[in-house]
C-alpha cells in the first residue's frame, strides 16, 4: 500500500497545469519572476517538527515529488516545535539562496518577519497544514477549512453522543498559539454552543510531546469524572488521549480527532475509538510542491483563478476570508485540498501512512 501511495503521489505531480481564467492583475511579491524554468530550484519544506508520522508523511510526498519534477526539495526541521527554531531554519535557507520557503507554522506571526525577508529577496513563500497571517505569505495550501474541519469533528462526535445530550466534552491539541487547530476547535466550540445540549468543560495542550499528551489526558479524565466526549485535532493529542483511555480503563468516553492511520491503528482495533479523520498528508506536501513550482516558473495565481492538477482534479485560490482572516491582496490566498478522510475499522487497513 505505501509504495501505491507513493506512485499515485507522484502520478499527481507528473501532471500538466493548465491554467483557466487567470487574472491579468500582478503577482505577489514574491516567486513569480521572469524564470521560464524551475528546474533545480531549491526548495525548503518544513514541518512544526520532525518525528511525527503526520508531518513525516508530508515530507515524504513533498520529496517524491520535487524528484518527479527536477527539483531539490529538501525536508528540514527541528524535533522541537518551536518558532524559534523555525525562524533560524528558514533564516538559513534563505542565506544559502533556496527559491522556496514552504512551512507549517507553530505560531501565526512569528515567523513574520523571516518570511517577508524571504519575498523581499524573491523567494516563494508558502504554508502547509498550519498558517501565518495571511499578509506575511503568499499562499497557504489548506487541509481544509475551519468551517469543514470543526465541522467535521462534531458531527464525528455526534455519531455516538445525541446533540439534546446534556453531555460534558473536551478538546485536546498542541497549543494555544497553533493557528490551524484553534481555528477548527473556535468553529467546533461555536456549533456546539448553537446546535447542542454539550458544555464544553475544558481544553489542554501537550506541545506535541508524546508523553505529556498522554499525561494531561490522564489528568483531564480524573478532574472530569462526568466527561463523555473529548475532542483531539492533534497527530500527537490523539493517540495520546487513547493511550490515557486505555490506561484508566475508561470505555465510556467518546474519542474522536484528527491523526495518521498507522499512529491509530491499534486504537481502532481494540476499540478504544471508533473513527477519526484527516487528508492525505504526502498528498498535500505534493501538491505545495507543485504550487511553488508553478511560482517559481513565474505563474500568476490570483482569487478566483482556477487550474487543473492531475489527482487532485481542478483547485481554486480562495479568499483569505474562508480562513476567517480580513487581508486580501494579489497574488495571494488559499488553496484548498479537495478531499479528507475518515477512518474506521473498515477503512483503515486501506492506509500505510
Given at each position: 500500500?505505501?509504495?501505491?501511495?507513493?506512485?499515485?503521489v507522484?502520478?499527481?505531480?507528473?501532471?500538466?497545469?493548465?491554467?483557466?481564467?487567470?487574472s491579468?492583475?500582478?503577482?505577489?511579491?514574491?516567486?513569480?519572476?521572469?524564470s521560464?524554468?524551475?528546474d533545480?530550484?531549491?526548495?525548503?519544506?518544513?514541518?512544526?517538527?520532525?518525528?511525527?508520522?503526520?508531518?513525516?508523511?508530508?515530507?515524504?510526498?513533498?520529496?517524491?515529488a520535487?524528484?518527479?519534477?527536477?527539483?531539490?526539495?529538501?525536508?528540514?526541521?527541528?524535533?522541537?516545535?518551536?518558532?524559534?527554531?523555525?525562524?533560524?531554519?528558514?533564516?538559513?535557507?534563505?542565506?544559502?539562496?533556496?527559491?522556496?520557503?514552504?512551512?507549517?507554522?507553530?505560531?501565526?506571526?512569528?515567523?513574520?518577519?523571516?518570511?517577508?525577508?524571504?519575498?523581499?529577496?524573491?523567494?516563494?513563500?508558502?504554508?502547509?497544514?498550519?498558517?501565518?497571517?495571511?499578509?506575511?505569505?503568499?499562499?497557504?495550501?489548506?487541509?481544509?477549512?475551519?468551517?469543514?474541519l470543526?465541522?467535521?469533528?462534531?458531527?464525528?462526535?455526534?455519531?455516538?453522543?445525541?446533540?439534546?445530550?446534556a453531555?460534558?466534552?473536551?478538546?485536546?491539541?498542541?497549543?494555544?498559539?497553533?493557528?490551524?487547530?484553534?481555528?477548527?476547535?473556535?468553529?467546533?466550540?461555536?456549533?456546539?454552543?448553537?446546535?447542542?445540549?454539550?458544555?464544553?468543560?475544558?481544553?489542554?495542550?501537550?506541545?506535541?510531546?508524546?508523553e505529556?499528551?498522554?499525561?494531561?489526558?490522564?489528568?483531564?479524565?480524573?478532574?472530569?469524572?462526568n466527561?463523555?466526549?473529548?475532542?483531539?485535532?492533534?497527530?500527537?493529542?490523539?493517540?495520546?488521549?487513547?493511550?490515557?483511555?486505555?490506561?484508566?480503563?475508561?470505555?465510556?468516553?467518546?474519542?474522536?480527532?484528527?491523526?495518521?492511520?498507522?499512529?491509530?491503528?491499534?486504537?481502532?482495533?481494540?476499540?478504544?475509538?471508533?473513527?477519526?479523520a484527516?487528508?492525505?498528508?504526502?498528498?498535500?506536501?505534493?501538491?505545495?510542491?507543485?504550487?511553488?513550482?508553478?511560482?517559481?516558473?513565474?505563474?500568476?495565481?490570483?482569487?478566483?483563478?482556477?487550474?487543473?492538477?492531475?489527482?487532485?482534479?481542478?483547485?481554486?485560490?480562495?479568499?483569505?476570508?474562508?480562513?476567517?482572516?480580513?487581508?486580501?491582496?494579489?497574488?495571494?490566498?488559499?488553496?484548498?485540498?479537495?478531499?479528507?478522510?475518515?477512518?474506521?475499522a473498515?477503512?483503515?487497513?486501506?492506509?500505510?501512512?
Amino acid at each position: 500500500m505505501r509504495n501505491q501511495m507513493k506512485v499515485a503521489v507522484a502520478a499527481m505531480t507528473l501532471g500538466l497545469v493548465a491554467l483557466t481564467g487567470c487574472s491579468s492583475a500582478a503577482g505577489g511579491e514574491g516567486g513569480g519572476g521572469d524564470s521560464s524554468t524551475a528546474d533545480g530550484a531549491q526548495i525548503a519544506f518544513i514541518p512544526k517538527l520532525t518525528g511525527v508520522g503526520f508531518f513525516e508523511a508530508g515530507g515524504e510526498g513533498a520529496v517524491a515529488a520535487g524528484k518527479d519534477l527536477g527539483l531539490d526539495v529538501q525536508y528540514l526541521g527541528s524535533p522541537e516545535a518551536s518558532a524559534a527554531k523555525q525562524v533560524e531554519l528558514i533564516n538559513t535557507y534563505v542565506g544559502q539562496g533556496f527559491d522556496a520557503i514552504i512551512v507549517s507554522s507553530t505560531t501565526p506571526d512569528g515567523l513574520c518577519q523571516s518570511l517577508d525577508k524571504a519575498r523581499e529577496q524573491g523567494l516563494v513563500t508558502l504554508t502547509w497544514d498550519s498558517d501565518v497571517n495571511p499578509e506575511c505569505r503568499q499562499f497557504y495550501i489548506s487541509q481544509g477549512t475551519p468551517d469543514q474541519l470543526g465541522k467535521m469533528l462534531v458531527d464525528m462526535t455526534l455519531e455516538d453522543i445525541g446533540a439534546d445530550d446534556a453531555a460534558q466534552v473536551a478538546f485536546h491539541y498542541s497549543s494555544p498559539t497553533v493557528t490551524d487547530q484553534n481555528q477548527w476547535a473556535e468553529e467546533a466550540k461555536s456549533i456546539i454552543a448553537e446546535d447542542t445540549n454539550w458544555e464544553v468543560v475544558d481544553t489542554i495542550f501537550s506541545e506535541n510531546q508524546t508523553e505529556q499528551a498522554v499525561q494531561q489526558a490522564e489528568a483531564l479524565i480524573n478532574a472530569n469524572p462526568n466527561l463523555k466526549a473529548i475532542i483531539a485535532p492533534d497527530a500527537n493529542a490523539l493517540p495520546g488521549t487513547a493511550q490515557a483511555l486505555e490506561n484508566l480503563g475508561r470505555t465510556d468516553i467518546t474519542l474522536v480527532g484528527f491523526s495518521t492511520p498507522n499512529a491509530m491503528k491499534e486504537y481502532i482495533a481494540n476499540g478504544t475509538l471508533k473513527r477519526f479523520a484527516l487528508w492525505d498528508a504526502q498528498a498535500q506536501g505534493a501538491l505545495s510542491v507543485q504550487i511553488a513550482k508553478m511560482l517559481i516558473e513565474g505563474k500568476e495565481l490570483n482569487v478566483g483563478d482556477k487550474f487543473e492538477v492531475d489527482g487532485f482534479g481542478e483547485l481554486e485560490v480562495q479568499p483569505n476570508s474562508v480562513q476567517g482572516y480580513d487581508y486580501e491582496a494579489d497574488g495571494n490566498g488559499i488553496i484548498v485540498m479537495p478531499e479528507r478522510t475518515i477512518f474506521t475499522a473498515e477503512n483503515i487497513d486501506d492506509f500505510d501512512f
